[in-house]
C-alpha cells in the first residue's frame, strides 16, 4: 500500500543543535512537502519539491533547509534549532496539483 | 497570495444534530478543493475532493456545497455521531503547485 512515512516520530532538541526530519513516499508522487502545525495556525508550508535534487521555498522557509536527494525521498533541515520551531512537521506527496497525502508527523520540542 | 477563511473555528453539537463548516476563497481561478479530516494526535486523512463542475458531493455521511459565484465552500454533516469529533480543515488548489488550507475546524460531538 502507498504511503508516506516520517523519521523520526517525536524527538527532543538543544537549542542551536541541528535537527533532520526524514520523510520517504512509496506513492511514487512528483510532489512532496513539509508542513508545520500549531495550535490556531493550521498548516503551514516550509519547502516543497516537484523534482529530485530541486527545492522551493513555502510561506514560512526562514530556519529552515530542505533537500530532495531522490524521488521518494524529503528532508528537512533545522541547522540551529530555536524554542519557536517547538512544532509538529507532517510531510506530504501529490501528483500535479492532485490531493495530498500525509504522513504521520514528527512532534518536534526544542528545549 | 491567496487565502482561504474557515469558520468557525470551534463548533460543538449534539449527536444527532447537523454541523456546519464553510471556507471562503480568493483565487478566481480555484477549480478543485479538498476537505480533510484530523482526530486527534494523527495526521490529516483526505475526506473529499470536489472539482469546479461539481457543485454537490455526497460522501461518508457528508455533503460539500460549492458556491462558485460566491467562492463559497461548505462541509455539511447531517446527522453527527461520535466518530465525527475531530478537526477538519479544507484546502484550495488552482494554477499554483501548491494547495491553500485553512486554519481548520475543531467540531467536537456531544451525547
Known amino acids: 500500500e502507498a504511503a508516506v512515512t516520517q523519521s523520526p516520530r517525536s524527538k527532543v532538541a538543544v537549542t542551536g543543535g541541528k535537527v533532520t526530519l526524514s520523510c520517504h513516499q512509496t506513492?511514487?508522487?512528483?510532489?512532496m512537502y513539509w508542513y508545520r502545525q500549531d495550535t490556531g495556525h493550521g498548516l503551514r508550508l516550509i519547502h516543497y519539491?516537484?523534482?529530485?535534487?530541486?527545492?522551493e521555498k513555502g510561506d514560512i522557509p526562514d530556519g529552515y533547509k530542505a533537500s530532495r536527494p531522490s524521488q521518494e525521498n524529503f528532508s528537512l533541515i533545522l541547522e540551529l534549532a530555536s524554542l519557536s520551531q517547538t512544532a509538529v512537521y507532517f510531510c506530504a506527496s501529490s501528483w500535479t496539483l492532485g490531493e495530498q497525502y500525509f504522513g504521520p508527523g514528527t512532534r518536534l520540542t526544542v528545549l | 497570495g491567496e487565502q482561504v477563511e474557515q469558520r468557525p473555528p470551534h463548533l460543538s453539537v449534539r449527536e444527532g444534530d447537523s454541523a456546519v463548516i464553510t471556507c471562503t476563497y480568493t483565487d478566481p481561478n480555484s477549480y478543485y478543493f479538498f476537505w480533510y479530516k484530523q482526530e486527534p494526535g494523527a495526521s490529516l486523512q483526505l475526506l473529499m475532493k470536489v472539482f469546479s463542475s461539481t457543485e454537490i458531493n455526497e460522501g461518508q455521511g457528508f455533503t460539500v456545497l460549492l458556491n462558485k459565484k460566491d467562492k463559497r465552500l461548505s462541509l455539511n454533516l447531517t446527522a453527527a455521531h461520535p466518530g465525527d469529533s475531530a478537526a477538519y480543515f479544507c484546502a484550495q488548489g488552482g494554477g499554483a503547485d501548491r494547495l491553500t488550507f485553512g486554519k481548520g475546524t475543531q467540531l467536537i460531538i456531544q451525547p
Open positions: 506513492n511514487n508522487h512528483d510532489y
Open positions: 519539491s516537484y523534482v529530485a535534487d530541486s527545492t
